[in-house]
């Protein structure tokens, strides 16, 4: 499998699935169009209506995202009827190619064993920069679960049917393909296990898609981000984590630099106070506006969920005092600086 993309880069086409043009959802997924000799993904064929709808084959560079949720496209569904009477205009002549849908059959030819072995085609993944064969997920080749295969063991394409190259031990090494309702419960449960965690976790958001794990949100500090991601490493079924947990400290590294770079708040002393997202503004300003700007400032970076201004405005202060999370006034006094804070 190419390493330039990444699993979670990849465009995952799933049969069945929702269809989404610019301006709302226009049809399913109903199959996809390959060039057979070079192994592309040229067209996807979108299902309008239910039953009885029209299929229209739509070319690949319409996509902008494809993942178990769907397809995104770049056009609108105006732009799909245009298409649909230049089909009907053309004697609705299909595009060349291999067509490729749930019904299509995957191949193991038989190899110094018998009986050759067959399953049947789950999903399909690209690059994105080209559309070039990634990875497919093959149903029951293994009995009784789902495989995926990268595209070093796919040796031909045809319509309805592709043929895959894998030697046993290399096959029977393979992990399941496992759904990903499944690999999400077994995530929370693994990270529930973790004690310390436990106060992290409402800040934390856990989202599976196509055997990725998604991990958003606030946590109480980096080195417990790391924590988490190493927690999950062994649930098997996982192909990549994608960790964007924002620790407290480094959002008050980063908040106290947004701050002191900012002309109209550069030379205040704001106390940084962030826990899991909810940020404390503790300290003195000169004015009203400065209070406003100093949350302004804080509310709109990325990681902040929310904003509590206790900032006091007295314009005759010299020495600005630094507030302590729990809103007792520190002993020392600190003009001209920054005093970041984690609890």
Known sequence: MKTSTRISEMQKFHFGRKIVCTDGEAGSLAHVVFDAAAHRLTHLGMKQGHLFGKTVDLPYDTVTEATGD??????????????????????????????????????????NRDPTEKGTLLLIAVHPENGALAYLVVHHLCPGRDTLLGEQYVTTIAPGHVTVTIP???????????PDDELQEEVERALFDLTPLHIDLKGITIHVLDSVLYLDGNISSQLRADIVEDQVLGVPGLLEIKNNLVGDDRLAADLAMALAQDPRTRDLPIGVYPH???????????????????EEIVRHFPGVRSVINVLVVDPKADLLPVMIPTGVEAEDKVPGKYIRHTK
């Open 168 to 178: 046993d031990a290399t096959l029977k090494a393979l992990p399941p393909y496992r």
């Open 276 to 294: 899991l997202g909810e940020v404390r503004l503790s300290g003195a300003v000169h004015t009203s506006q400065q209070k406003v700007v100093a």
């Open 70 to 111: 769907g397809v995104m496209l770049r056009i609108t569904s105006q732009e799909v009827q245009v298409l649909l009477a230049e089909l009907a205009a053309a004697g609705e002549a299909a595009v060349g190619g291999a067509v490729l849908d749930h019904r299509s059959l995957v191949e193991r030819p038989a190899i």
